[in-house]
T-cell receptor
Framework: DVKVTQSSRYLVKRTGEKVFLECVQDMDHENMFWYRQDPGLGLRLIYFSYDVKMKEKGDIPEGYSVSREKKERFSLILESASTNQTSMYLC??????????????FGPGTRLTVL | SQELEQSPQSLIVQEGKNLTINCTSSKTLYGLYWYKQKYGEGLIFLMMLQKGGEEKSHEKITAKLDEKKQQSSLHITASQPSHAGIYLCGADIQDNYGQNFVFGPGTRLSVLP
């Protein structure tokens, strides 16, 4: 079974803090994704990566950056956390597919609260 | 506006009742995926539909794809409390920028014992 793990289930940070969200997958997947989920808005793609050191902006990259130094690990970074970044963050991975990002396997999510 | 709309936004049913959730696309669909999320947890992939008229079942959950209407329906028979959660549809669509993958806003299902 594919396993996608995220470093924290719950996280509380203060405005202006630097926040790291870590995601690790154990199935040697090339593609990895970071989403945020907000009520009524569904999932929105922040960044994705299709290979080590490669990254692409998703729909809402502002205020975020990512790092993919190793194939199994994809980190989401909030350089200076703000209250509007309070959300549920979901990481996913999938096999490579040039045209679509289907059959994604999701981690359990990290619920981040920024005070 | 979102490319994928889901209805209803939320649903409360009594245990044992049947229910249907719809997902409608405003763009051409190439593949439709259903996911379930338990409250506060990650997503679970349920099933994928690719061809018009295709119907798939998993335990008491059946999903159909109507390509002409650009719509998919998820039907749960004899609902149980374990069915409670948020149901998300995702789709491969064709938009002005090429092929893209998008999610719907989700349908929150509560099942009363």
């Amino acid at each position: 079974d594919v396993k996608v793990t995220q470093s924290s289930r719950y996280l509380v940070k203060r405005t202006g803090e630097k926040v790291f969200l870590e995601c690790v997958q154990d199935m040697d997947h090339e593609n990895m994704f970071w989403y945020r989920q907000d009520p009524g808005l569904g999932l929105r793609l922040i960044y994705f990566s299709y290979d080590v050191k490669m990254k692409e902006k998703g729909d809402i990259p502002e205020g975020y950056s990512v790092s993919r130094e190793k194939k199994e690990r994809f980190s989401l970074i909030l350089e200076s956390a703000s209250t509007n970044q309070t959300s549920m963050y979901l990481c996913a991975s999938s096999l490579p597919d040039l045209l679509t990002y289907n059959e994604q396997f999701f981690g359990p999510g990290t619920r981040l609260t920024v005070l | 506006s979102q490319e994928l709309e889901q209805s209803p936004q939320s649903l409360i049913v009594q245990e044992g009742k049947n229910l249907t959730i719809n997902c409608t696309s405003s763009k051409t669909l190439y593949g439709l995926y259903w996911y379930k999320q338990k409250y506060g947890e990650g997503l679970i992939f349920l099933m994928m539909l690719q061809k018009g008229g295709e119907e798939k079942s998993h335990e008491k959950i059946t999903a159909k794809l109507d390509e002409k209407k650009q719509q998919s329906s998820l039907h749960i028979t004899a609902s149980q409390p374990s069915h409670a959660g948020i149901y998300l549809c995702g789709a491969d669509i064709q938009d002005n920028y090429g092929q893209n993958f998008v999610f719907g806003p989700g349908t929150r299902l509560s099942v009363l014992p």
